[in-house]
């Protein structure tokens, strides 16, 4: 059976989330909470979201978020013992009509460029490539500095637009404990419980004085572990030059797909 899902079905979600990405090209196990937070960030609304039920056992989900004017696939996904029977496109087919019903005019998703099947189906479904993300670790280091907390800076002052999950929206959404810290030139936003930095920027008269490297560098020591650096859009330069150069790794790229509903 498949339908649309309320609030009652995470333990449901929960359990195919698990299973679904159990061999996932990246480690993804997140705890009954940690998807629950993941899931909240994103705006997750579970009446504009789909599952495939097989009695009372969930086999196949697409997980939607709100935003303005569009929707977001938080995630979607087959439980390994029902795969290759066509489920994931019908739970983004039908996604996309509940989504259409909300008043959104666009889909959007995020895929690991490495995963050829999942770009396949979503190809097939109308999504076409909007641009390349990549994603960092950053371990920290020594700062000379200390950031007290801050104010975001103006959109203005940003070079590239933020993925879904590091939107301003979506901080705002958080449940979890975040931090900004920075001062009139720069900021950081960091969630110390897993190492997000979901934003992070400098004004542009202020750069190249080493005011960035120290702040990422107490971004890392408020977090007390290595930040992840999701979703960056490469089209930038600049910043893909500024975390090589702080010996940054990289880690995996993934493709921000559009689809008009």
């Not at 998807?35 to 789909?50: C, D, H, I, K, N």
């Amino acid at each position: 059976m498949i339908r649309t899902l309320t609030a009652e079905d995470f333990d449901a979600v929960y359990a195919a989330f698990v299973e679904a990405f159990s061999d996932y090209v990246v480690k993804l196990r997140p705890s009954r909470e940690q998807l629950l937070e993941m899931l909240t960030r994103r705006g997750w609304v579970p009446e504009a979201s789909v599952g495939v039920f097989e009695g009372e056992r969930m086999i196949a989900f697409t997980l939607n978020g709100l935003g303005e004017a569009s929707g977001y696939d938080s995630g979607t996904g087959v439980v390994l013992s029902h795969r290759r029977s066509g489920l994931a496109r019908q739970t983004m087919e039908r996604s996309s009509v509940l989504l259409r019903e909300r008043g959104c005019t666009r889909y959007v998703l995020e895929v690991i460029d490495s995963n050829a099947k999942a770009i396949e189906l979503y190809r097939g479904l109308g999504f076409k490539e909007k641009r390349g993300l990549q994603c960092w670790a950053f371990d920290g280091g020594p700062s000379e500095a200390k950031y007290d907390s801050a104010s975001p800076l103006p959109e203005t002052e940003w070079d590239v637009e933020p993925a879904w999950q590091n939107s301003t929206a979506s901080v705002r959404r958080a449940k979890d404990t975040y931090t900004v810290i920075g001062d009139s030139d720069a900021y950081a936003i960091v969630f110390p419980s897993n190492g997000d930095l979901a934003q992070f920027a400098v004004r542009r008269e202020a750069r190249r004085r080493g005011i960035g490297t120290q702040l990422l560098r107490q971004a890392a020591a408020v977090a007390g572990k290595p930040l992840r650096i999701m979703n960056i859009d490469e089209r930038a330069e600049g910043i893909k030059h500024f975390f090589h150069a702080l010996g940054a790794k990289r880690t995996v790229r993934q493709l921000e797909m559009v689809r008009n509903i």
